[in-house]
């Protein structure tokens, strides 16, 4: 399996920014997708994931902010991140269950 992140930055406070990972090397409809995020010192975490159906469930912290999605057309799973907080900084992975490879992640730094 093969997993793209793209569409980090520097973002402010309160704006939005829209993470995409692009997946390929399995049968993408069939797996639940995740993002996970690692803030500069901290563990790897899991923030947003969504079945196969299209159902997600999210970590306390980004509920009602971030909202993921997934095109199985275009094999993409996306994180839209609303209202921004500086604890939001870190690198931000995507990652298919039951499957151990870790993509190239993509840094949002959120700044107040």
């Known amino acids: 399996v093969q997993l793209q992140a793209s569409g980090g930055g520097l973002v402010q406070a309160g704006g939005s920014l829209r993470l995409s990972c692009k997946v390929s090397?399995?049968?993408?409809?069939?797996?639940?997708m995740a993002w996970y995020r690692q803030a500069p010192g901290k563990p790897r975490e899991l923030i947003a994931q969504i079945t196969s159906g299209g159902s997600a469930n999210y970590t306390d912290s980004v509920k009602g902010r971030f909202t993921i999605s997934r095109d199985n057309i275009r094999r993409t799973v996306f994180l839209q991140m609303n209202d921004p907080k500086p604890e939001d900084t870190g690198v931000y992975y995507c990652?298919?269950?039951?499957?151990?490879?870790w993509g190239r992640g993509t840094l949002v730094t959120v700044s107040s």
């Open positions: 990652k298919a269950r039951g499957r151990t490879t």
């Open positions: 090397g399995i049968n993408f409809r069939l797996f639940l």
